[in-house]
């Protein structure tokens, strides 16, 4: 079916035989229509092409429909899987996600975290940050739908959604040291950066347990989660007069460029050196040899974040939200570069 000019919801209402109120739940998502319902009623819209007038809706409701996802870098394979399962966890609520990417740059963190010029056209807000600082999260808003990405390092009064990366680099670190492995190097740690010191952290405690010393060559900081300063510390790594017998790469577009590393200088793994990563993005069950990481799960993190938001944007005005800590699973993953 065709038509010409704009359709209206009235006229969607009245070709469906139901009322406008009903074909306005049908296509804003609202859960209390019933399944044969809906059902007729999004094929007449379908059919008519009628598209909701947004503009229109926010001033009704004062929301946009749209929900902000901003992380790091998009060029990560990991933020790249996460932003596909918050946008399906995100259209499944009804809501639209537009992604954008920081840089670690803390003023355009600020800037979304604060509902600047780029923050207030969202509803609500997923933000994974990088670099905002103590008093950063103090000054913000508290009543600012926001869900972070991350473990509180902050008393605040945002949702925090994560994994526990102390307990998952430590277990990482076990597996290692449970092959016999007894020079373990590190290659990720940062100064700064929460997830860097944490993985640290764990990755410390596994050493320490094992009566293993940390050597301080063996431990590679990075200014960056890539494949570059992965490749660049491995090599660091093979130039040592001893070098170590197994590495942790704190993500695992480093455990990447180490692994080129390795195989440019003719260094076997798992043989040599065996090698793990961490978040078991897409392209590192292909690599030869298949790569041991570990598994945050990603999908519990997009559906916790989304349903999180959406409940606080559901609450107000009522009041700025109760901060929940909500811990979302890891898995050790083993495959071929550490000998399974």
């Known amino acids: 079916m065709t038509r010409r000019g704009a359709v209206t919801l009235q006229e969607v209402a009245r070709v469906a035989g139901v009322s406008p109120r009903t074909v306005s739940n049908v296509v804003n998502g609202y859960e209390h229509v019933a399944p044969r319902t809906r059902e007729h009623v999004q094929a007449v819209v379908d059919a008519l092409g009628y598209r909701a007038n947004t503009a229109a ?16 870098a998009l060029d990560q394979p990991y933020f790249a899987e996460l932003a596909r399962a918050v946008v399906r966890e995100a259209t499944g609520a009804g809501f639209t996600v537009v992604v954008d990417q920081t840089d670690g740059d803390p003023d355009r963190e600020r800037e979304l975290l604060r509902q600047g010029p780029r923050g207030a056209m969202f509803d609500g807000l997923v933000l994974s940050p990088l670099a905002l600082s103590r008093r950063d999260l103090l000054d913000a808003d508290p009543g600012r739908p926001v869900v972070l990405l991350g473990e509180r ?13 102390v307990a998952a680099a430590r277990e990482a670190t076990e597996h290692l040291v449970g092959l016999g492995r007894r020079r373990v190097a590190a290659i990720g740690l940062q100064t700064e950066a929460q997830t860097g010191r944490q993985r640290a952290e764990g990755f410390m405690i596994a050493l320490a347990e094992a009566g293993l010393p940390a050597h301080p060559r063996l431990l590679r900081y990075v200014e960056a989660y890539d494949r ?6 491995m090599t660091a790594l093979l130039d040592e007069d001893q070098r170590p017998d197994a590495v942790f790469c704190f993500n695992d577009m480093l455990a990447v460029g180490a692994l080129r590393a390795c195989l440019l200088r003719g260094v076997r793994v798992p043989q040599d050196i ?6 078991d993005v897409e392209e590192v069950r292909y690599l030869t040899p298949a ?3 570990v598994r945050p799960d990603r999908d519990e993190i997009a559906r916790v974040a989304v349903a999180r938001l959406v409940a606080q944007l559901d609450r107000r005005p009522a009041g700025p ?20």
């Open 153 to 165: 390092t902050v008393d605040t009064a945002f949702d925090h959604v994560h994994i526990d990366n």
């Open 291 to 293: 790569l041991s990481t």
């Open 228 to 233: 570059a300063s992965g490749f660049a510390e």
């Open 321 to 340: 939200p109760a901060g929940q800590d909500v811990t979302v699973a890891h898995a050790l993953v083993l495959r071929e570069s550490t000998g399974v």
């Open 274 to 279: 065996a090698l793990m990563g961490f978040d």
């Open 57 to 72: 809706r926010a001033m009704r409701t004062g929301r946009t429909g749209l929900l902000g996802l901003v992380v790091p």
